[in-house]
Every structure is written in structure tokens, then in C-alpha cells.
């Protein structure tokens, strides 16, 4: 099967295009604005408490505990810490430990906070030096600042989306030949970097961080618990509510009594009450189970150390990580015409495909992740108002052309995602091409190679001829020369074969003018059945033909 | 045919003059406005109208005045080049300006405030005055074809083809006479022979 | 009027590359030029936009107002002279009185077999 993409022409948008579009983009403009002005006055408060004074003090009290009476929905586990300071000779007592009070979803996280202000030491506190009165232990991050630039890309796209509809019309190309266009580099390389920290980010606190927990817990040591309560804790959610395991243990080491609340390394909740709620019957109260003890940390232990279906969410963050690489990959390739010659190597020369297929399927996984990301948001909405039955027929055809340019994309990246299935190819050739020599050709297909019915290899020479006039650029292409050196159906011979490719003397080597150009290529088509076919091309430079050894030549008589 | 002997081959068509509606009396006219303009306005028109053609026009207008001109090319998907102060004896030439955003046409307009004169090309009025409309017509293409390949005939389906821009449709003519023998190039401008070019 | 003009020895038109073009440039010049530049050049024509490039340069300051100058160049391998469906290249040698810019030029062929080689748009199949 052949799929084609072409690129057409597009109109510029009209006034009631522009009025729609601009209200597309206004929603994310005004979220992003939103959201980054409620952000900024709390990064603004947190650093607020920079300039605030350090005292010395002394920590009276210091626990973490349970709050019981707090509602299922609430993290129940709260750190409290009573401390002592001075101010003008004044002894003042304070029990707030950060600027607004915090819970902790596990004891282990109470546990610790508590665990660096332990009683009878002596420590510092921050406190506010126009209310004395007030003080905190620990200060907020500062890294919280960082979160504004997700507000930020909200901005920049509802933003850029106005400005885009608003700016200047690009009239479109017209006529039968190529216009030669070169691809935002700058816009592409910046949003693969925004892929690339978002995936960085995520794989970091969803994949490494557990692996190298479920590693080390190896070596814990297995010690008794006692378990003190154990639920199902319930988290609200938009599509309904999740689920988690919250169970309070505890346990000895060296005479010392700990408690702690991690069932595994990989928390979070998910649907599925059922299983949960067989965990919780399982290590109900009052029981006594093994749990695992970090020798050089007792303070840190785990119930179950087994890794859990949950660590595949892990792999999630590789998707964000592949996209965004392969995007500043693809945006860095030069977009200008290639040297006159580049350098070429004298022996064996493995041939690059133009395109590489993971480039193609990553860049269009992104483009579609991205698009039907943000039309998601509102075609969920759209269909919850068609359930209630509240449907605005105006909302719905506004959305449609967003959800079919949505659904295409799927199918591209699906097209995409099916040719990385296809078998490879590697071609190498014994030496450069030369003109008037034969140079022996080497392919070598891995992977699915059964369900290649034809296979057949060309060597094509191109003219390529941009004009350029006024403010556009076309390119024309005309072959000059086509020859097939492999025409097979019999699949045992699709797997590696090896061919002479005879160059004929009285043709033109590859050479770039400026604006136009001689170039060589290796066509390689598989056709696959109910399959995307492999469909492949390999630029080959094609040298001038090898210099005569007699240095002297003798005159031409024409 | 050899593309170099083609008759629309591109350094031929660079060699095209503009040719006003009006014929001479219109090109003096013209060139009065611009004199009288202080060499300020815009050219104004659709793609292939003309309107490189008539500004590299007034570029060797203004060399044979005299004046030192700098002329600026913005293509579209390269970046704008960079645009160095003028002096005040210097006459700006900009081809292209169309491609400007509104913030990018301000600065150039703020950078090249002392300049002596500024002639643009645009696709819409409105930037600067309007100095001249270039405009096309079927008989002007068949005019320019027949200076550049005499006896052929038969064109305008070419004009309606590429609605007025000339340059692609002299751009099609290249691939109409240079893909045939001779004897076909006076039959070669035909609606027929426009659609297996186009196929 | 100045008159400026390129020969090529014994009127060849056919070169092969890597060989010596030897030829004379003649000038009578109606004002005296600042220099005269005897350039070995390669040029396209066609569909696409015109490409020269400048191989080789012999340069004449403060030239006589008339005389004729030898020159010679060693000719690369490539490009060669071809013309196909959307190209022609074509090599000349050519001399351009400075800064006025009035030249004069003489073509030939370079390529191994000295006549220019013709691409057809037409498939080659030699299998």
C-alpha cells in the first residue's frame, strides 16, 4: 500500500477565521495569564520571607503525627514542632513551621520534615522582621518559581496563535512546481526543549527515582511491623475518583520506635477500588507484617517492594523525552542546500536515508500529542454537555475542523508509527560512484522482511533548478537519468544481495551550482503487503570520473 | 532545446522590461510622480505583476540621476538581512515588504528615517503612498511571449491559468516549448497542451 | 568604443578537463581602465536562477589602453559542460574592464570528450 502526503496550498484566513480563531487562541491566552498571575503572587510571597531575619532558636517539641478526625479526601499526616526565640530581649514561642500548614499523604514525608528539627536542638528561624511575632522554620522553595512557565506556554500559544491570525497574509504558491520552504528551526528547537524538560522532569520523579529505590531496597532489612490503621484513601477527580492504599506502620530498630505510611516506592492513586481495598483487608489493623528497613536511614522503610504494574507509568516520560529529542534533532538539520561537496570517503560508504522514520514518527506523535492534547479539553467538554443534553450546535461546528485535523494526525502518526515496524535497510557501497565505474552495491534488510513481496532499487539522477523571483522560491525537479539495478519478487532474495551499479561515463557528477543542482539518488522500494511500504531514497554523491594517469593529454581536434 | 536557448530561460525574463498599460506616455508620467514623491511610495500588487521588475527599473533610474541607491530583498522563510544605517544621499529600494510585521516595518521605517528616499513593493496599499498599481492583462502576456518566442499564439487560457501572475505563467511557457521539437512550438500554447504539461 | 576581445589558441572549442587552455585578450580601451580581470568562469542558464562562479582570475593593473595579453589556465575536472531539461552549463573565459564593467567572453566545452553532454529526460535502462 502507497500513502502520499501533499502539501496544498492554503488560503489566508478570513475575518470570521481570524474572530474564531483568535477566541481558540484567546482561551489559552487568558488561562495562561490566569494561572501565571496567581502563580506569581505566590512565588511572590514565598519570597517574601527571604528578606525576613534569621534567628537562632531552640526547638522545644518535635513530632510527626496523625490528624484522625481528618476527612478521607485530606493527606492526614501532619508534622508538629514547637520552637523558642528571642527578639529584643524578648523570648517568643512559635509553632509554625512554613508559611501556610502543610499535610503529608505519607508519614514518611511528615516523618522526615520532623526529623531535622529534633527536640532539645538548636536551629534557625526566619522571622518577619516588620511582625516579630511571626516566624517559620522552613522556607518555601524558591524552584516553585519554575512553575511559571507552564502558565507561560499557555501564553506564548494562545498569543502567538492571535498574532499569527492577525499578521500579514503569506500569499500562497501557485503554479505545478515545488515551493521551497524552510521550516521554523528557532520555533521547532523550542518546543522539542519544552518536550525534552517536561519528559526529563517527569522520567526522573516516575521512572529513575523508583528504579534506584527498588534497587537499593534490596538490601534492606526485613523487619517486623505492627500495622496501626489502614484505609482506602479517595481522591477527587474531574472523571471520577481515584484511589490509593494508606497504611500506618510501625516498627524498632535499635531500640528506637518508627512509623511509617509507604506501601510501595511508586505512590500516587489510580481507579480500581477493589484491589486496593484487598491490600487494606490484607494488612489490617492491629497485624504484624515484614516490612523493609534502610539499614542507614531506619527512619525509611516500605511494605511491598515489588515493582508494580504502576512503574510502566514510568515509560510515559521516555514518549515526552523521544519526541522532544527528535524534534531539536530534526530542527537543527541545516534547511539550506548542502556544500558543493562534501568530503567523501575513499572506501565502504554506508548510505543515510534522507528522512530517518523515527524523526518522521516522533515529529508527527509530537504534533498530534500536542494538537489533540489541547482540542481534548474541549471535545471532553463537548461531549459531556452532548450526554446532559446541552449541546451548542455553534460550539460543535467550531470544534469540528480542530477534531478532523486532530484525527488526521492520528492517522499520520499511526502510518508513521507502522513504517518503524518495516523492515530496515542498510546500504553500503563499495566505494564512491564514479562516472564511467562500476561500484559494487550492498543491501542488508533486518527485521520484518517476510511480508516483502517486491523489492526494487533505482539509481536516479536529478536536475534541480530554483528561481527565484521577487520574494518567493520555486524548485523544479526533472530525472535525467532513471535505472532500475534490482527489479525482485522473489523474497529470498530481498534479505541482502549485493549488485554492481555501473555508472555511465557520459552523464553529469553531482555538483550544487547555488540555486541549481545535479543530485544523485538510491530509490528503494519494498512493497509490503496491507502494510505501508518501505519507501526509502539515499542522496549518493556521484563523483567526476577518476583523473587519467597519463598527466599530458593530447589535443582534441574538433 | 538546451535550457540555455530556451526562450523564457530565466536570464531572459530577468531582462523583461516593465511594460506600463499606458505604454511610454505612462512611463514618463511615472517618473514625474516619483520625482515629484521625493522618491517615496509604494508599488502595489499582486505576485507576478511586475513589480521587482519595475523597482530594479527605477533602481537604474536613480543610477543614471546620480543617486546612490541600496536595494533590499526580503524573501519569504529566509530571515530579513540586516539593513545598516543610511546616508541622507541615499535612496532605499525594498522589494518585498509585504513580509514585514507591522513591528519589523515601524523599525525598518524608524532605522531608515534620514534616508534621501524609500521605494517599496507590497502586495496591499497602505504603508506608504501608492505610486503605481502594476497591473497585467491577457494582451500583455501575449505581447511578452511573442517578444520572447515569436509566432506563438494561443495563450490565454495561460493568463486565466494562473490568474494574472505572469512570471508563473512564463514560468509554464519554459515547460511548453522546451519539452518539444521544434516544429511543435508554434502549436505548443494550446489549452490541450497546457494540460499535458500540467499532467 | 572599447573594444575588448578573447581568443582561444587555434580556436578550439573542445576541452578535456584537466588540460591547459592557453588563448590571447586583445583590448583597445577608449579611457584608461584601473584594472582588466581575464576570468576563467562557469555559468548556468535555464529554468533556475542563473549561478556563475569565478574558477580562476588573471588580473591587469593599470592595463595599456591597447594590447593583447596571453593568458592560460589549468582547467578542473568538473563541473562539466552539460545541458539537460532545467540546466545548461557553460564554461568561457571573459574579460572585464574595471570598474566600468564592459566585457567580452568566449565559450567552450569542457568535458571528456570535449563536446558538451546532453542529458535526454528519457529512463536509462541498461538492465
Known amino acids: 500500500m502507497r500513502f502520499r502526503t501533499n502539501a496544498n496550498p492554503k488560503k489566508p484566513p478570513g475575518l470570521p477565521a481570524k474572530l474564531g480563531g483568535s477566541l481558540f487562541f484567546g482561551v489559552f491566552l487568558a488561562a495562561g495569564l490566569f494561572f501565571a498571575g496567581l502563580l506569581f503572587l505566590h512565588v511572590k510571597q514565598i519570597a517574601g520571607t527571604y528578606r525576613w531575619d534569621k534567628i537562632p532558636c531552640f526547638i522545644l517539641s518535635s513530632e510527626a503525627d496523625v490528624d484522625e478526625k481528618a476527612d478521607s479526601e485530606k493527606d492526614r499526616y501532619f508534622v508538629r514542632i514547637r520552637y523558642r526565640y528571642e527578639i529584643d530581649g524578648r523570648a517568643l514561642e512559635s509553632d509554625r513551621v512554613t508559611s501556610s500548614p502543610r499535610s503529608y499523604d505519607t508519614f514518611d514525608k511528615a516523618s522526615a520534615v520532623a526529623a531535622r528539627f529534633p527536640p532539645d536542638s538548636r536551629a534557625v528561624c526566619h522571622v518577619d522582621p516588620a511582625n516579630p511575632g511571626t516566624a517559620i522554620l522552613v522556607r518555601d522553595s524558591l524552584g516553585q518559581a519554575l512553575f511559571l512557565l507552564l502558565p507561560l506556554v499557555f501564553i506564548a500559544v494562545g498569543g502567538g496563535g492571535i498574532y499569527s491570525m492577525w499578521s500579514r497574509p503569506r500569499t500562497p504558491a501557485t503554479g505545478g512546481t515545488v515551493k521551497s520552504t524552510a521550516p521554523p528551526r528557532q520555533v521547532g528547537a523550542w518546543f522539542g526543549w519544552i518536550f525534552v524538560a517536561v519528559g526529563g522532569v517527569l522520567f526522573y520523579f516516575l521512572t529513575l527515582g523508583p528504579i534506584t529505590n527498588l534497587i537499593a531496597a534490596r538490601s534492606w532489612d526485613e523487619v517486623p511491623c505492627r500495622i496501626l490503621s489502614s484505609r482506602v484513601q479517595t481522591h477527587d477527580g474531574d472523571d471520577g475518583d481515584t484511589y490509593s492504599v494508606d497504611i500506618l506502620y510501625s516498627y524498632q530498630v535499635n531500640g528506637q520506635i518508627y512509623r511509617s505510611s509507604r506501601y510501595r516506592f511508586l505512590g500516587g492513586s489510580s481507579s480500581g477500588y477493589a484491589g486496593k481495598r484487598d491490600i487494606v483487608e490484607r494488612y489490617g489493623p492491629g497485624t504484624t507484617h515484614t516490612c523493609f528497613v534502610d539499614p542507614a536511614h531506619p527512619e525509611k522503610a516500605v511494605l511491598d517492594r515489588s515493582a508494580g504494574w504502576i512503574l510502566l507509568l514510568g515509560l510515559i516520560p521516555l514518549v515526552f523525552l523521544g519526541v522532544g529529542l527528535a524534534v531539536v534533532v530534526a530542527s537543527r538539520k541545516s534547511a539550506g542546500p548542502p556544500p558543493t561537496r562534501a568530503p567523501i570517503a575513499s572506501g565502504p560508504t554506508s548510505l543515510e536515508p534522507k528522512t530517518s522514520r523515527l524523526v518522521r514518527f516522533f515529529g508527527t506523535l509530537g504534533v498530534a500529542i500536542f494538537w489533540n492534547g489541547i482540542v481534548s479539553v474541549f471535545a471532553h467538554n463537548l461531549w459531556s454537555d452532548y450526554t446532559h443534553g446541552r449541546l451548542s450546535v455553534f460550539e460543535a461546528l467550531f470544534l469540528s475542523p480542530f477534531l478532523l485535523i486532530g484525527a488526521g494526525l492520528i492517522v499520520f502518526t499511526g502510518i508513521a508509527f507502522l513504517q518503524l515496524f518495516n523492515a530496515r535497510v542498510t546500504l553500503e557501497l563499495d566505494r564512491p560512484l564514479r562516472l564511467g565505474d562500476a561500484t559494487e552495491l550492498r543491501w542488508t534488510f533486518r527485521g520484518q522482511t517476510h511480508n516483502l513481496r517486491r523489492l526494487r532499487i533505482e539509481l536516479v539522477g536529478l536536475e534541480q533548478a530554483s528561481y527565484r523571483q521577487g520574494t518567493s522560491t520555486r524548485t523544479a525537479r526533472r530525472e535525467f537519468f532513471r535505472q532500475a539495478l534490482v527489479q525482485a519478487d522473489d523474497s529470498r532474495a530481498f534479505v541482502t544481495g549485493r549488485i554492481e551499479v555501473p555508472v555511465p561515463g557520459d552523464t553529469v557528477s553531482s555538483f550544487d551550482f547555488g540555486s541549481n543542482r545535479i543530485v544523485w539518488e538510491l530509490r528503494l522500494r519494498g512493497v509490503v503487503q496491507w502494510w505501508p511500504d518501505v519507501d526509502e531514497a539515499f542522496v549518493v554523491p556521484v563523483l567526476p570520473a577518476a583523473p587519467r594517469a597519463d598527466a599530458i593529454l593530447p589535443p582534441m581536434t574538433l | 532545446m538546451r535550457p540555455a536557448d530556451n526562450p523564457f530561460a530565466t536570464h531572459r525574463l530577468d531582462q523583461l522590461p516593465y511594460r506600463f498599460p499606458g505604454g511610454e506616455r505612462e512611463r514618463a508620467d511615472f517618473y514625474s510622480v516619483l520625482e515629484a514623491s521625493g522618491y517615496f511610495g509604494a508599488l502595489v500588487g499582486p505576485r507576478g505583476h511586475g513589480k521587482s521588475t519595475l523597482l530594479r527599473e527605477i533602481e537604474r533610474h536613480c543610477r543614471e540621476q546620480g543617486f546612490p541607491v541600496r536595494r533590499f530583498q526580503l524573501r519569504e522563510s529566509e530571515p530579513p538581512p540586516s539593513f545598516p544605517a543610511p546616508t541622507a544621499e541615499e535612496i532605499l529600494l525594498l522589494d518585498g515588504a509585504e513580509q514585514f510585521s507591522l513591528r519589523q516595518w515601524w523599525h525598518f521605517r524608524w532605522r531608515m528615517r534620514f534616508a534621501r528616499g524609500l521605494v517599496i513593493t507590497t502586495h496591499r496599499p497602505g504603508r506608504l503612498p501608492t505610486l503605481h498599481y502594476c497591473r497585467t492583462s491577457s494582451r500583455l502576456l501575449r505581447e511578452l511571449i511573442e517578444n520572447l518566442s515569436p509566432g506563438s499564439h494561443g495563450t490565454h487560457f495561460l493568463f486565466e491559468k494562473h490568474r494574472g501572475n505572469l512570471r508563473e505563467a512564463l514560468f509554464e511557457c519554459y515547460d511548453l516549448l522546451g519539452t518539444r521539437p521544434a516544429r511543435e512550438r508554434l502549436l505548443a500554447f494550446s489549452p490541450e497542451a497546457g494540460t499535458r504539461a500540467a499532467n | ?127
Not at chain 3, 562562479?53 to 593583447?68: L, M, S
Not at chain 3, 570598474?99 to 570535449?114: C, H, K, Q, V, Y
Open chain 3, 1 to 127: 568604443m572599447t573594444q575588448l576581445e578573447i581568443g582561444l589558441r587555434e580556436n578550439r572549442k573542445g576541452y578535456r578537463p584537466g588540460e591547459q587552455l592557453a588563448g590571447a585578450a586583445t583590448w583597445k580601451l577608449d579611457r584608461p581602465a584601473e584594472a582588466l580581470e581575464i576570468r576563467l568562469v562557469w555559468l548556468t542558464a535555464g529554468k533556475g536562477t542563473p549561478d556563475a562562479r569565478i574558477v580562476e582570475t588573471h588580473r591587469i593593473d593599470r592595463p595599456a589602453v591597447e594590447a593583447v595579453e596571453p593568458f592560460s589556465f589549468k582547467l578542473p575536472a568538473e563541473p562539466c559542460s552539460f545541458s539537460g531539461q532545467l540546466i545548461t552549463l557553460t564554461w568561457a573565459v571573459e574579460i572585464v574592464a574595471l570598474p566600468d564593467g564592459e566585457n567580452a567572453r568566449a565559450e567552450f566545452i569542457l568535458s571528456p570528450t570535449g563536446r558538451e553532454i546532453v542529458l535526454t529526460p528519457a529512463p536509462h535502462e541498461t538492465r
